[in-house]
């Protein structure tokens, strides 16, 4: 398998503005020795308002597809990722410099992690960013305690899944993104963390876009009925997956 860090993005017509702020984003990553970054973008649709937004370059692949949802959009993506890695960047955000190979030393550096994470800022209109205070302490995320932190605190993970950087193989095992309409990354952040450890950097991998049509955002997103379920199939995963006592195998050189 290629030394590749496969960077996934799910995109519909109102994020696709964002596309070139990613681009640039990732263009500015350095990784170390013969490593490499291949970006997917994968529209969720088959709009022709996306295409025109998409860079023109060897190292970024556009697809389409019928509609349904940023999960089914990331998941159909993975059938072209042909890396140890794969790395999350929703369309509207922004890698920080150093993100990728933060992340890629995490996950080299310890066979038994298999996946990593990193603080994330919100971008605000302004232009200014704003932390989280409660971010977890720089290193190993042990298992189950994702999990236990998203339960005990409103359904609020103590890490961003937005910033997840996962090993391809755990994540196909995993079967990709939940198939939900929303929180589908965190449904899959907590059956991660309850199969296999992770890891938290500390210096801040993303800038997550704050705007008004993001899709978390949209009166959808808090429907309470919708949520509830939402929140109790993620649990009920997460949960099932723990009680399996399936612990994935460090993986291989």
């Not at 150093?98 to 605000?124: F, K, N, Q, V, Y």
């Not at 932190?149 to 079967?175: E, F, K, Q, S």
Request: with cysteine; aromatic share 6%.
């Amino acid at each position: 398998m290629h030394r590749r860090i496969i960077v996934v993005t799910a995109v519909h017509a109102p994020s696709a503005p964002f596309l070139a702020e990613a681009y640039a984003s990732l263009c500015a990553q350095e990784l170390p020795g013969d490593w490499e970054w291949r970006w997917l973008v994968q529209e969720d649709g088959t709009s022709d308002r996306v295409a025109p937004h998409v860079p023109d370059d060897p190292r970024v692949t556009f697809r389409q597809g019928r509609p349904g949802g940023p999960g089914v959009a990331r998941t159909m993506a993975l059938a072209h990722a042909d890396g140890p890695y794969v790395k999350v960047l929703d369309a509207d955000d922004r890698l920080t410099p150093g993100a990728l190979a933060r992340d890629l030393a995490a996950l080299e550096g310890d066979p038994a992690i298999g996946w990593a994470t990193s603080r994330a800022l919100d971008l605000l209109p302004d232009g200014s960013t704003a932390g989280f205070p409660d971010d977890p302490e720089h290193g190993p995320v042990e298992r189950h305690t994702v999990l236990d932190h998203w339960a005990a605190h409103g359904h609020r993970a103590p890490v961003h899944p937005a910033t997840l950087c996962v090993r391809r193989d755990l994540l196909v095992a995993l079967g990709g993104w939940m198939a939900l309409p929303a929180s589908e990354d965190t449904g899959l952040l907590l059956a991660l963390n309850s199969v296999s450890r992770g890891w938290f950097s500390a210096e801040p991998g993303l800038l997550y876009r704050k705007w008004e049509g993001q899709m978390t955002g949209q009166s959808a997103h808090v429907d309470t009925a919708e949520r509830t379920a939402r929140m109790a199939v993620v649990e009920a995963r997460a949960r099932a997956l723990a009680g399996l006592r399936w612990t994935a195998p460090p993986a291989s050189g």
